[in-house]
């Protein structure tokens, strides 16, 4: 009887579960989100995937069932799909994920709840608010849409000059502070007419930022001259798939 399958199987079935306790301790110390990060954290994924198909390969049944749930998956990202849900829909959605980063540390560079910068947080809302929605609504047009956002990242700067379509500038005005909130919806997006800085409108005259000088994310309620941000040039935009 040859042992020597068995126990080859068993192997890599510790190493790439080793491999994958190692890139979590990785990303788990990893505030900053960039490209190395990105690239871990698939890695990770496919690190367990493989590790669980070791484990189960011995058993057909399962073995099949797992790789074809696997390439329907693949078929649905991969596919061209129609984004289906309504943007009223998911304009709430964004709102409502954008308010849970309230409080949460400021880190330049950062896009998660241990520490966000102010374009990380606006495109954070929304990664999470079409992953949500598209998982609940079985939309998988919204799935790949905010994979696609997570994996490139966007800078104020290059939101606020509507960077691969992504946004739709709607105007530009003096101040926040003395801004007609008639003309806006909640999700609407300002940023520096120097591209520095960017928020995000919850409605009710009401912005959200990770404000870089008080180190977190806060709410800011319009008329105010305690927030400079809401005395400088902007240009208001708005995420094309929040309507127009």
Do not use: D, G
């Given at each position: 009887m040859n042992t020597d399958k068995p126990v080859r199987i068993s192997c890599l079935y510790l190493a790439l579960w080793f491999l994958s306790i190692v890139t979590f301790a990785f990303l788990?110390?990893?505030?900053?989100?960039?490209?190395?990060?990105?690239?871990s954290t698939v890695g990770l994924i496919l690190e367990l995937v493989a590790a669980f198909f070791t484990f189960i390969w011995s058993w057909k049944r399962p073995r099949k069932a797992c790789l074809a749930a696997m390439a329907l998956i693949?078929?649905?990202?991969?596919?061209?799909?129609?984004?289906?849900?309504?943007?009223e829909t998911l304009r709430a959605s964004y709102v409502k994920h954008l308010r849970t980063f309230e409080g949460c540390p400021y880190y330049w560079g950062g896009e998660s709840r241990r520490g966000i910068d102010c374009s990380g947080l606006i495109r954070r809302g929304l990664i999470d608010a079409c992953l949500s929605e598209g998982v609940v609504r079985l939309d998988p047009g919204l799935i790949r849409h905010g994979l696609s956002l997570w994996w490139h990242d966007t800078s104020a700067k290059a939101l606020g000059e509507e960077h691969q379509g992504l946004t739709k500038r709607l105007f530009e005005a003096d101040a926040l502070k003395t801004l007609d909130y008639s003309k806006l919806r909640p999700g609407d997006v300002a940023v520096t007419q120097d591209g520095v800085h960017t928020m995000a409108y919850l409605g009710e005259e009401t912005w959200i930022e990770a404000d870089p000088g008080k180190l977190r994310v806060i709410t800011v309620h319009a008329p105010t001259t305690s927030n400079g941000w809401f005395l400088r040039p902007v240009r208001i935009l708005r995420w094309r798939m929040l309507g127009e």
């Open positions: 788990a110390l990893q505030v900053e989100a960039n490209r190395i990060t990105r690239l693949a078929l649905l990202l991969v596919c061209p799909w129609k984004i289906r849900t309504y943007p």
